[in-house]
């Protein structure tokens, strides 16, 4: 009869990480809510840019551009100001009741912002769309989440550091990679020369009611990616104080092995042991361009029928 093993404090962090990644990456609706949001905002807004373009433009035409830089050639400055943007304000009037009952009318304004951290949402947009991305650099997306109430955790601003240098926020030690960095490339993807100064606000281009609603959609699309991307940290850290309450009590690494099973979790003891080539096995080529191929989706079943197999070949 085998001996059973103990576990301890470093192995129930092993074993707590494998259902992290199970319930980050399992099919339920709160992953596919993330993606379809993600997709309906790429959607979006390369609808919205011919939107913007086409109303921009019937307010400032094209010539009207050409001939403030022809004067700015001639004049230097005193030319006039045009700027290269990608945030533009829309307004469209509206009527209101004051106190008294009175009708006045008043605008509504929509803000569009094709940058990587639209002003609204500052970069929390930005590691919404890229959190598989950084996940994947080993950074952690959920920082903000995650230590929302730990402020003064050297790991938040740690971590912090690292996704902003990563998609550009913030300058790092590669200057030479600094075109590449996603924030530049989103920054200049999309731009229009306007005429005005550098600043956004002090802009405000007239719409029609339809127009505004269909500007305000690409805003909500923005706000369902970053919304989507708190729920899956909200989903799967529900799940994991729970887990961790339970990995306490368990002295046995059968006890979480039948908790693996009862959940569909694959947990093999391979993944206790630091010399394993489980992960190796997975991911090696020929197993990775498999599960990479183009062929029809899985089911759960047969995607955790997969990993157990590794995983067993890992082992023997």
């Not at 004067?71 to 045009?82: P, V």
């Not at 550098?198 to 990616?225: D, G, I, P, W």
Request: glycine share 4%; proline share 2%; with cysteine.
């Amino acid at each position: 009869m085998s001996k059973r093993l103990t576990l301890n404090a470093d192995k129930r962090s092993a074993i707590a990480s494998v259902f992290q990644n199970f319930w980050e990456n399992e099919d339920n609706p709160i992953m596919k809510k993330y993606y379809e949001a993600k997709e309906n905002y790429d959607v979006i807004r390369e609808a919205t840019k011919g939107l913007v373009e086409n109303i921009v433009r019937q307010h400032q035409p094209q010539e009207d551009v050409e001939t403030i830089r022809a004067m700015n050639n001639k004049y230097g400055d005193s030319g006039g100001q045009l700027y290269h943007d990608n945030c533009f304000y829309f307004k469209h009037e509206i009527s209101k009741i004051d106190h008294d009952g009175n009708e006045y009318n008043a605008d509504d304004e929509v803000h569009i912002d094709f940058s990587l951290e639209p002003s609204r949402h500052h970069r929390r947009f930005g590691y919404a769309y890229y959190r598989d991305e950084l996940k994947s650099k080993g950074i952690e997306p959920d920082f903000m989440y995650k230590w929302a109430d730990e402020r003064r955790n050297p790991k938040y601003y740690e971590t912090e550091t690292q996704a902003d240098e990563y998609l550009g926020f913030k300058s790092s030690n590669d200057v030479s990679n600094a075109d590449a960095k996603h924030h530049h490339t989103w920054d200049n993807e999309f731009k229009l020369w306007v005429i005005g100064s550098k600043y956004c606000h002090s802009r405000n281009f007239k719409v029609n009611e339809t127009e505004f609603q269909t500007l305000e959609m690409f805003r909500t699309a923005q706000e369902n990616l970053v919304n989507a991307h708190e729920n899956i940290f909200k989903y799967v850290d529900e799940k994991m104080k729970k887990l961790r309450l339970g990995l306490k009590s368990y002295k046995y690494f059968d006890q979480a092995k039948e908790l693996a099973d009862k959940l569909n979790v694959p947990l093999n003891e391979s993944i206790l042991n630091e010399s394993s080539s489980m992960a190796l096995s997975i991911y090696s080529p020929e197993n990775l361009a498999s599960l990479l191929e183009d062929k029809v989706e899985m089911t759960r079943e047969e995607k955790i029928a997969y990993f157990r197999k590794q995983q067993n070949q890992a082992i023997n």
